[in-house]
């Protein structure tokens, strides 16, 4: 009845799926060795735990939003009809800190046994009262189906979880180094076992994907990518229950791997656009402070708002000269009062510096090329003739 629950390797690796790890140790490698700037790396981290707890709690059918999690993570309360799911993001966004704290501050890195299991259980649950139907960090004492899958005897969960523990060691062997791709593997399949043994009454899931989250911290990814799992699996939520089941009645997590490896590729690529984004604005800043130095201050009242427009000015398109002055609030206060030939000076100041670039008769747009000019030069891709 539990083929599925072998304690073996139940997969191959596709070639899909080496590649696709190759490039996510790349990419890891890429973010873990851009320098960001405190301000830019705090708010990338708040994204990354903002995500993580909406997307492990909504699996288990948590309807707040992101605008709301973010609310909570400010301190904010929400209203007393939610009083419930608030608590139980509040859990999981303490549960990644305390672990953040644990594992990336303080260099601390516990091996994976029942009791860190329970820890974990009891983390997600503290404090949920009758909304969760389990004693946090205990194994259940009764028989559990979900979703039409009947988990194991609860009689038999200690030593399945014994089990589980002693094999993640074996085939993972943490304590004796261990490879970026292992870690990887080891973080879906010791989530996806978790799922399968069911040991506890109720939140399972989230203590599954906490496991996977702890295993990829130990193992050296980035904190402000922690978030990516866990992101894409709620995402594509029936694509993820799909290999799920055909994973365990197959008894093979071949497909469910390749699956959580191409999300796992896209979401840390989008993670390093996120920060090369961040530095873009960096180096620009530093142009234009550098470029506007090399003035002669007449006027310094007009001196910072022409410097203020091109610091502000939107990258992602181009504006008329009346749109312009109401890209920004900080743009927006700065011309309240300005006249419309007043802006075009400024505007064409700033073509005549190279810091715009004006298309056609009447639009303007940051030119973002004096910026990559500053990238390494390499070949263009081709094809020969």
């Known amino acids: 009845m539990f083929r599925h629950l072998q304690f073996k390797k139940i997969w191959e690796l596709t070639s899909k799926s080496y590649s696709l790890l190759g490039q996510c140790e790349a990419y890891v ?14 708010e990338l981290l708040q994204v990354a735990l903002v995500k993580g707890a909406q997307a492990t709690t909504a699996i288990e059918g948590n309807t707040l939003s992101e605008e709301e999690i973010e609310k909570i993570f400010d301190g904010s309360r929400l209203p007393p009809s939610k009083e419930y799911q608030e608590h139980e993001v509040k859990n999981i966004i303490n549960a990644f800190n305390v672990l953040l704290n644990e594992v990336v501050s303080d260099d601390r890195s516990d091996l994976i046994t029942p009791d860190l299991i ?12 009758e909304n969760f139907d389990a004693e946090p960090g205990r194994f259940r004492s009764d028989s559990r189906v979900v979703g039409g899958y009947r ?33 990887v593997i080891q973080a879906v399949v010791a989530h996806i076992n978790m799922e399968w043994i069911h040991p506890f009454g109720d939140g399972n899931g989230r203590t599954g994907r906490l496991l996977e989250f702890y295993i990829l911290l130990r193992g050296g990814l980035p904190d402000i990518a922690s978030h990516i799992l866990s992101n894409h699996y709620n995402q594509t939520r029936p ?30 690529k989008e993670t390093l656009q996120i920060i090369h984004r961040s530095q873009f604005e960096v180096t620009w800043s530093k142009y234009v402070y550098d470029a506007f130095k090399e003035r002669k201050i007449t006027n310094k009242r007009v001196f910072n708002r022409q410097r203020n427009l091109a610091l502000l000015i ?43 670039v004006k298309q056609g008769s009447c639009e303007f747009r940051a030119n973002k090329e004096v910026i990559w000019q500053l990238v390494a030069a390499r070949k263009e891709n081709g094809r020969g003739a």
């Open 29 to 42: 490698d890429a973010i873990s060795n851009t320098p960001i700037l405190p301000k830019h790396r705090s």
């Open 118 to 129: 329970c820890r974990f259980h009891e983390m997600v649950g503290r404090g949920l009262g």
């Open 151 to 183: 988990g194991p005897d609860y009689r038999d969960v200690p030593d399945l979880i014994n089990q589980y523990c002693k094999w993640l060691r074996s085939e993972f062997h943490y304590e004796n180094g261990q490879s970026f791709g292992d870690t």
């Open 239 to 268: 694509e993820y229950y799909r290999h799920f089941d055909y994973a365990r009645h197959k008894c093979d997590l071949t497909s469910f791997i390749e699956y959580a490896l191409l999300g796992f590729r896209d979401g840390l």
């Open 314 to 356: 939107p990258h992602n398109k181009a504006f008329t000269t009346n749109e312009i002055v109401l890209a920004t609030p900080e743009i927006a206060r700065d011309y309240a009062n300005i006249q419309r030939r007043t802006v075009l000076s400024d505007l064409n100041l700033l073509v005549d510096m190279g810091m715009l």
